[in-house]
């Protein structure tokens, strides 16, 4: 299984990005998709997830209503579109499938006050 991650970048506080996730290896359709992020120095954290039918997603508190996360099956692809950054989003993000659990190697996104 692999997951590859790509979009990261340096952009203004209020910026947008849009992380996007290449799987392969597995039948993507089957497992649930979801997004982390470590800060220099933090934990990993989870910040949204979707499911395998791209029915339910749910999103950390601080991601809520800027941050979009999505899927297409017949890509094997999912995104997320992160809209109003701020700073304290800078970190490596990591696409995540699973169970069983599976990552990505990241994407650095930085965010310029």
């Known amino acids: 299984v692999q997951l590859e991650e790509s979009g990261g970048g340096l952009v203004q506080a209020g910026g947008s990005l849009r992380l996007s996730c290449a799987a392969s290896g597995r039948t993507f359709s089957s497992y649930s998709m979801g997004w982390f992020r470590q800060a220099p120095g933090k934990e990993r954290e989870f910040v949204a997830f979707?499911?395998?039918?791209?029915?339910?997603?749910n999103y950390a508190d601080s991601v809520k209503d800027r941050f979009t996360i999505s899927r297409d099956n017949d890509k094997n692809m999912v995104y997320l579109q992160m809209n109003s950054l701020k700073p304290e989003d800078t970190a490596v993000y990591y696409c995540?499938?699973?169970?069983?659990?599976?990552w990505g190697q990241g994407t650095q996104v930085t965010v310029s006050s």
């Open positions: 979707i499911d395998w039918r791209a029915i339910n997603t």
């Open positions: 995540y499938s699973g169970p069983p659990d599976y």
